[in-house]
């Protein structure tokens, strides 16, 4: 089975599942969830083809070239593969941490990833809300993370599996059981977790930040852990009019307000 084939069977199967999950578990009342979901598409195709276009080698191609080159942190080491392969896969979670870390830390950089903040409604699909220039520049910085590694090709589709899979769990309208958020929190964002990171005001935003460990949060002092009522105050960035058509959202980056 080819890469692309691989991920996108586990990418479409988790989402079916969570689209389930959400019908017997829903957090917030979502009346158009189909609506949403072809828009949310719409982003990610659009971001797919411009990476595809201008970095055709992707992630787990740069692995294999810069293995092949004996670049990287891992080339110089030489450890079994399994070691490098599991610190390759912790490595670039909290790469990608930072990574979000520095998208709302730098105005240039909180214009694109506010495309994905202006949602007013969550749900698995948020995972597929982000601007195509934002995913082209996460690619181009995983890519620098992944030859600065040395990170084997496995382990960077082992991650882009899981990354995927988690930014959909973690986007997902469920209310889960209190004691499946608590459990699941202690090693893994969940969809509590992240609603605090989705919620309008700055202070809950610029926390949370993790997408799949939740210790990164904690390491470095951004966990605000989750409020677990349904009666949360919305989502969305303050002050930002969101007009949700496609063509709005791609030209939102250039809006001045929120
Ligand atoms: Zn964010």
């Given amino acids: 089975m080819s890469e692309g084939v691989l991920r996108l069977s586990v990418f479409l199967g988790v989402w ?106 969550l749900d698995a699909s948020t995972a597929l809300r982000f601007h195509p220039v934002e995913i082209v520049l996460s690619m181009v910085y995983k890519m620098a993370i992944v030859v600065a590694l040395g990170a084997p090709p496995l382990a960077v589709l082992i991650f882009e599996i899981v990354l995927n899979a988690t930014a959909l769990f973690s986007h997902a309208n469920l209310h889960l059981p209190i004691r499946i958020e608590r459990a699941l929190s202690w090693f893994l964002v969940t969809p509590a977790m992240h609603r605090v990171h989705h919620a309008p005001d700055v202070e809950r935003t610029n926390s949370n930040y993790g997408f799949c460990l939740s210790v990164w949060d904690r390491c470095f002092a951004s966990h605000r852990g989750f409020r677990y009522h349904p009666d949360a105050d919305g989502f969305g960035v303050a002050g930002l009019h969101t007009d949700e058509r496609v063509i709005a959202l791609l030209k939102q980056p250039l809006q001045k307000n929120g």
């Fill in 16 to 121: 079916l599942l969570l689209l389930i999950a959400e019908r017997a578990l829903a957090f917030a009342h979502n009346p158009q969830p189909f609506a949403r979901a072809g828009r949310h598409l719409s982003l990610a195709v659009l971001g797919t083809l411009l990476t595809r276009v201008l970095l055709p080698l992707g992630a787990v191609g740069t692995a294999a070239w810069a293995q092949s080159q004996s670049l990287g942190v891992f080339a110089g080491l030489a450890w079994p593969g399994w070691i490098e392969t599991g610190l390759a896969l912790i490595a670039l979670d909290l790469a990608i941490y930072w990574q979000h870390r520095a998208m709302h830390a730098l105005a240039p950089l909180w214009r694109l990833h506010r495309v994905h903040h202006c949602d007013l409604q």
